[in-house]
């Protein structure tokens, strides 16, 4: 999976301010992914910098902690200026309130720095294909995504996709895959992958399959006709 169907490389950037868990964390990357493309960022500054000079940076793998970042501060910072290349948290919190924040911001995943090599690439391939990663625990804990209590009705999270977003809802209830959403929307594969994690995220679930589930019953006739103009 270290290349695409086109047979380009895959580009990741590893932020971390530590020296010895950014070698460690290459290591296992390019174990699993051998011809992938690494790059490294000691802050959220250098971050930025590598992201703009490589528009072929597929996924960011972020830690939140680092010297002179204060909570999720480094990483809305870099989602606001590059909200097309998904963020997989690698972090060593693992308070399922954390994570469950770190999704709610909009990380694509969450992976505790404890874990072992086949998790985190498990993480990375899951968030790479478009969907949503969270640590099995979490996914049975009160606070996951899929079941939370407190979660606003359907009809407000769908109010909340863009009208571009409602057209790639709309495809995978139709089980039509990302290229072939691509190919219709005449868009690049990476802008679909943003516009399904953004839905998984809005919608407040983690798989395709429980977007169709979650909106089996809904037509969409009338959200169409209120999200025309936005």
Known sequence: METY??????????VDDHPLFRDALGSAIRLAYPGAVLHEADGIESA????????SIDLTL????????????GFLVIRARFPRVPILVVSGHEDPRIIHEA???????FV???VDKATLTHAIAT???????APPELTRSPLTLAGRGRR??????????????????????QGKLNKQIAFEL?????????????????????????????????????????SAGG
């Open 127 to 133: 968030v790479l294909s478009g969907a949503l990663y």
């Open 152 to 173: 606003a009705p359907l009809a407000e999270r769908i109010a909340l996709l863009t009208p571009q977003q409602l057209r790639v809802l709309m495809m995978i209830r």
């Open 5 to 14: 169907g086109d047979g380009t490389a895959m580009h990741l950037l590893i």
């Open 186 to 226: 005449q868009v690049g594969n990476s802008t679909v992958k943003a516009h399904v994690s953004e839905i998984l995220r809005k919608l407040e679930v983690s798989s395709r399959t429980q977007i169709v589930i979650e909106t089996a019953q809904l037509s969409f006739d009338h959200v169409q006709t209120a």
């Open 62 to 73: 972020l830690d939140l902690s680092m010297q002179g970042v204060s909570g999720f501060d």
């Open 112 to 114: 505790p720095k404890a």
């Open 103 to 109: 999704l709610h911001h909009g990380a694509a995943g």
């Open 48 to 55: 930025c910098a590598a992201l703009s000079a490589d528009r």
